[in-house]
């Protein structure tokens, strides 16, 4: 079973919410990830957990605040987002090892109004 | 800091015809993935080449790196329709704890009848 499933599919939000995505796996994977991909552009990276521990922040605004509370989920909390975070959110997992080939989520499309 | 650059950007070819992706990196690295990702979709892994002169297959898509040049090619025999989608390489830079991928803009693939 190679599956990241992500909630919600789509969210729309105004710049004065708050609001969270989701990301589950059942792989047993260690690491997690945080991808935003614009519209045809490749996904950048935001976040890395490792053993639930955020290992990597790409200098991503407050305004987007991940959490891993266990092994298996990673959440997103979003609050007064600009409509330029309009884009889709991936969610990542892999394992901590040589072939750590990263299995992605089928995203969250946000928009920001 | 390390860039991926693939070219072409933009492909389209007929089917039955063989083409060639290329993937060009600027510093060292021995891991190189390459996904696909249909329109509105995820990203789907496709292979991942771990050392110099590896080559992997799977149906009509053969993938190739050379670490001494840093570059890959993801070769494509006698295309179908069903490979159209935008293929996307990325490098990996050396992590202890979750790996940060760098990812090249993507070649869009279009095959016609």
């Known amino acids: 079973d190679t599956e990241v499933t992500q909630t919600p599919k789509h969210l729309v939000m105004g710049m004065t919410n708050k609001k969270s995505l989701k990301c589950e796996q059942h792989?047993?994977?260690?690491?997690m990830y945080w991808y935003k991909q614009k519209a045809k552009k490749p996904p950048e990276l935001m976040f890395v957990?490792?053993?639930?521990?955020?290992?990597i922040n790409e200098s991503v605004p407050s305004r987007f605040s991940p959490e891993c509370p266990n092994s298996s989920l990673l959440n997103l909390h979003l609050h007064a987002l600009q409509p330029e975070d309009s884009a889709l959110y991936l969610c990542?997992?892999?394992?901590?090892?040589?072939?750590?080939?990263?299995?992605f989520g089928p995203g969250t499309r946000l928009t920001v109004l | 800091e390390l860039k991926v650059e693939q070219n072409p950007l933009f492909l389209s070819m007929q089917e039955g015809k063989n083409y060639t992706i290329y993937c060009n990196y600027s510093?060292?690295?021995?891991?190189l993935y390459w996904y696909r990702q249909d329109p509105g979709k995820s990203l789907e892994s496709l292979f991942v080449?771990?050392?110099?002169?590896a080559v992997k297959q799977e149906g009509r898509l053969m993938a190739s790196l050379d670490t001494k040049a840093r570059l890959s090619t993801l070769h494509i025999t006698a295309a179908v329709h069903d490979l159209s989608a935008t293929y996307f390489c990325?490098?990996?830079?050396?992590?202890?704890?979750?790996?940060?991928?760098?990812f090249g803009e993507g070649t869009q693939l279009t095959v016609n009848p």
């Open positions: 990542a997992s892999s394992q901590v090892a040589r072939t750590d080939t990263q299995y």
């Open positions: 792989m047993g994977h260690r690491a």
């Open positions: 957990y490792s053993y639930e521990k955020l290992s």
């Open positions: 510093t060292t690295s021995d891991r």
């Open positions: 080449l771990l050392s110099n002169g």
């Open positions: 990325a490098v990996r830079k050396g992590e202890t704890s979750g790996s940060r991928l760098t």
